[in-house]
């Protein structure tokens, strides 16, 4: 299975041009600047004609309008909006946490685990403040996904893996917001 994953493309998506083909292709957050209903439509429109198999997306800290959602009516089968919630696709365990601490919601035996915040000290670094979350951090060790995909700190951009997980900061802008980074793709 082949994974793509984008993050922090506040209302740039469209900028985005021949992404490589995958299986599953993940958003981590902050498609919108402003977090209205129209920044989110476009997206969705955007990312609901993406000719992916499976779409998986969380909200940010820029996507106000769907923090409170608990689901997203009419997204067609293959469009899963991760609200504290999983999905299993080809037997691959995928959880993806709102925006408001809920990491304790990530269950065991998650396979990949979807944010838009870091943990903290692990790629969370940005205009030299660390943006990561603490809670996150100790629940992502206990359950010890293979793979943390997230965005949020647009400077620490990067992969690294620790205690056997792969963490993965794909912020596709830098802090002034030029598209400068490639989307992360991951073969599992």
Same mark, same amino acid.
């Not at 408001?100 to 035996?109: A, C």
């Given at each position: 299975?082949?994974?793509?994953?984008?993050?922090?493309?506040?209302?740039?998506?469209?900028?985005?041009?021949?992404?490589?083909? %995958?299986?599953?292709?993940?958003?981590?957050?902050?498609? %919108? #600047?402003?977090?209205? !209903?129209?920044?989110?439509? $476009?997206? /969705?429109?955007?990312?609901? $004609?993406?000719?992916?198999?499976?779409? /998986?997306?969380?909200?940010?800290?820029?996507? @106000?309008? =769907?923090?409170?959602?608990? #689901?997203?009516?009419?997204?067609?089968?293959?469009?899963?909006?991760?609200?504290?919630?999983?999905?299993?696709?080809?037997?691959?365990?995928?959880?993806?946490?709102?925006?408001?601490?809920?990491?304790?919601?990530?269950? !065991?035996?998650?396979?990949?685990?979807?944010?838009?915040?870091?943990?903290?000290?692990?790629? $969370?670094?940005?205009?030299?403040?660390?943006?990561?979350?603490?809670? @996150?951090?100790?629940?992502?060790? !206990?359950?010890?996904?293979?793979? *943390? =995909?997230?965005?949020? %700190? *647009?400077?620490?951009?990067?992969?690294? !893996?620790?205690?056997?997980?792969?963490?993965?900061?794909?912020?596709?802008? $830098?802090?002034?917001?030029? =598209?400068?980074?490639?989307?992360? =793709?991951?073969?599992?």
């Amino acid at each position: 299975m082949k994974i793509l994953q984008i993050s922090d493309t506040h209302n740039r998506h469209r900028l985005l041009t021949n992404l490589p083909e %995958a299986d599953v292709i993940v958003h981590c957050g902050d498609f %919108a #600047d402003n977090g209205t !209903e129209g920044e989110v439509l $476009d997206f /969705l429109n955007w990312f609901m $004609d993406l000719p992916y198999p499976y779409k /998986l997306f969380v909200a940010g800290n820029h996507d @106000l309008c =769907l923090w409170d959602a608990l #689901d997203i009516e009419d997204l067609p089968d293959n469009v899963f909006f991760l609200q504290d919630r999983g999905v299993t696709i080809d037997g691959v365990k995928f959880f993806g946490i709102a925006y408001n601490h809920s990491e304790r919601l990530i269950p !065991e035996g998650t396979y990949v685990v979807i944010t838009h915040e870091p943990p903290i000290m692990i790629l $969370d670094e940005s205009a030299g403040i660390h943006w990561g979350n603490v809670p @996150l951090f100790k629940r992502i060790m !206990e359950v010890r996904p293979r793979y *943390h =995909l997230f965005g949020h %700190a *647009h400077e620490s951009y990067g992969i690294v !893996e620790q205690n056997n997980t792969i963490f993965s900061n794909a912020s596709v802008h $830098d802090d002034q917001y030029h =598209l400068c980074h490639s989307p992360h =793709l991951f073969t599992i």
